[in-house]
């Protein structure tokens, strides 16, 4: 299978507001950017949703997939077993469940690791992230953020 390499980030204009992913999926000589925007949302959500959006991009199963990503929300809850520890306590008191459990539905289709890198370090592929997530919160189409708008009417 091949090696693929997703490169993320989320951003929100306010937490919550206005917000957007960018991703950047490379492998051998193909890549491919991603990202949307939507109206109001958290900067967690996003770093979170880009993270899923890549792979749920990625349609073979079994790819070795190494992403980066610049947030320690996602990186340390899944490298550092958190977020298996949540399902089994139910996601009690913890947010964005809705966004962990769709996370979790794609993640054992891939052998998935993740490397936190420093943001706005001078990493390009990060920054392009970066540029990709701004650009889809300030500029659209927003589409609405159901989960997280259901839970803070």
């Known amino acids: 299978m091949a090696n693929i390499l997703v490169y993320t980030d989320g ?3 306010g937490n919550p507001g206005p917000g957007g ?6 492998s051998g000589e193909h890549r491919k950017e991603l990202s949307q925007g939507f109206r109001l949302t958290t900067n967690n959500r996003m770093e979170l949703l880009s993270v899923i959006v890549a792979l749920e991009t ?6 070795n997939v190494l992403v980066y990503s610049d947030s320690k929300y996602v990186v340390d809850a899944v490298e550092k077993n958190w977020v298996f520890g949540w399902v089994k306590k139910g996601f009690k008191g913890k947010k964005n469940e809705d966004l962990w459990r769709r996370f979790l539905n794609i993640y054992p289709k ?3 690791k993740f490397v936190w890198v420093k943001g706005h370090a001078g990493n390009k592929e990060n920054e392009r992230c970066d540029v990709l997530a701004v650009h889809a919160a300030l500029n659209g189409p927003l589409k609405i953020d159901d989960g997280f708008e259901r839970a803070n009417p």
């Open 21 to 26: 992913y960018g991703a950047v999926l490379i």
């Open 110 to 112: 891939h052998n998935v």
């Open 11 to 13: 951003s929100s204009r």
């Open 58 to 63: 990625v349609k073979d199963r079994g790819h």
